[in-house]
């Protein structure tokens, strides 16, 4: 079983940054991709990015390519989702989720979810 608690989100200004956090509790984080998710007010949950176990594969949805960026700390079994250049359009609630490390990363199959943590971006 994993748990996944996800910090970090908030209030911002179009054109700001936020850094979300995502804390794992399993002893083999790094044998686990991670992705971070986000839906909006009556839309579909979207996978925003993602890494593999190694790091070094990630995945950007087209939306916030050269803006959000991915990283791990597999010693501390932490995901990150950094965002600058942060636009009203991606204020959502951002859902952090793992899977054993078996697919591309592009792939939108997780297993396990946070709570979410809403990202308000005010214009």
């Known amino acids: 079983q994993v748990q996944l608690v996800e910090s970090g989100g908030g209030l911002v200004q179009a054109g700001g940054s936020l850094r979300l956090s995502c804390a794992a509790s399993v002893r083999t984080f790094g044998r686990y991709a991670m992705g971070w998710f986000r839906q909006a007010p009556g839309k579909e949950r979207e996978l925003v990015a993602a890494i593999r176990w190694r790091g070094g594969s990630t995945y950007y949805a087209d939306s916030v390519k050269d803006r959000f960026t991915i990283s791990r700390d597999n010693a501390k079994n932490t995901v990150y989702l950094q965002m600058n250049s942060l636009k009203p359009e991606d204020t959502a609630v951002y859902y952090c989720?793992?899977?054993?490390?078996?697919?591309?990363?592009?792939?939108?199959?997780?297993?396990?979810w946070g709570q979410g943590t809403q990202v308000t971006v005010s214009s």
């Open positions: 989720a793992a899977r054993p490390d078996i697919y591309s990363s592009d792939s939108a199959l997780f297993d396990y």
